[in-house]
């Protein structure tokens, strides 16, 4: 089995207790998937250094979409799979995140 881990981008500046909702479109077929995220604050000179920042995946699920195009002969479909997920804020602070995609193929 092989394995990749990409990082596939940045948030920055979620206040604490929100949540995100957000999409990677047509992730490659047959393959098995994660997301992490690696939540950040570098902190500030008025603010300081010492900050503890949380950051959750409260929800990852699969989509299937098939869409349908006249061909010249007969119908075509397109297949797309998505990952759509939920980032959470669970700290008292706000913070910045990276997301990463794990692939298992």
Do not use: C
């Amino acid at each position: 089995m092989a394995l990749g881990v990409y990082k596939i981008f940045s948030v920055f500046n979620m206040p604490a207790g929100n949540s995100g909702t957000y999409l990677w479109n047509n992730v490659p077929k047959g393959k098995a998937y994660h997301i992490d995220v690696q939540p950040f604050y570098p902190g500030s000179y008025q603010e300081g250094y010492n900050h503890t920042v949380l950051a959750e995946v409260t929800r990852v699920w699969r989509r299937y979409r098939s869409i349908q195009k006249k061909g010249s002969i007969g119908v075509t479909v397109d297949v797309h799979e998505d990952i759509q997920f939920v980032v959470k804020n669970v700290g008292a602070k706000t913070t910045h995140f990276n997301v990463y995609l794990v692939v298992f193929s």
